[in-house]
């Protein structure tokens, strides 16, 4: 009689304990309250890993980009700087796009970027 009552008994404290159990946390993560920032970031994103379609380079922006995207590079971390050369899109962006990937790399790294 104790035998048939044993087995349940075990079981549902087992199964009890998995109720309880903490499993992983899930952090806040990084919420953007503002749409034009929302817009901004994934624009600069897409630019940052090379989805985003750019045109061919123009000589009259390169100059000026150049200067720009060169702090930029500078400021992104060793690992970050060793797998994407931002300077390599001298020339290729827009006043929109320069500035969605300054914003892009100051939210995603933390840095404060010259404007």
Not at 6 to 34: C, E, Q, W
Not at 57 to 77: D, F, I, K, N, V
């Amino acid at each position: 009689m104790k035998m048939r009552f044993l087995i349940p008994m075990v079981v549902m404290t087992l199964s009890a304990t998995n109720v309880f159990a903490s499993g992983s946390y899930k952090g806040k993560g990084r919420r953007l309250h503002d749409r034009l920032e929302a817009t901004q970031y994934n624009l600069g994103k897409k630019i940052f890993t090379g989805k985003a379609e750019l045109p061919e380079p123009s000589a009259e922006l390169l100059g000026e980009q150049t200067g720009q995207l060169t702090a930029l590079q500078s400021l992104l971390p060793d690992k970050a700087r060793a797998r994407t050369d931002v300077t390599l899109l001298a020339g290729r962006l827009s006043d929109e796009q320069s500035e969605a990937l300054a914003y892009y790399v100051s939210v995603r790294y933390k840095v404060a970027v010259p404007q």
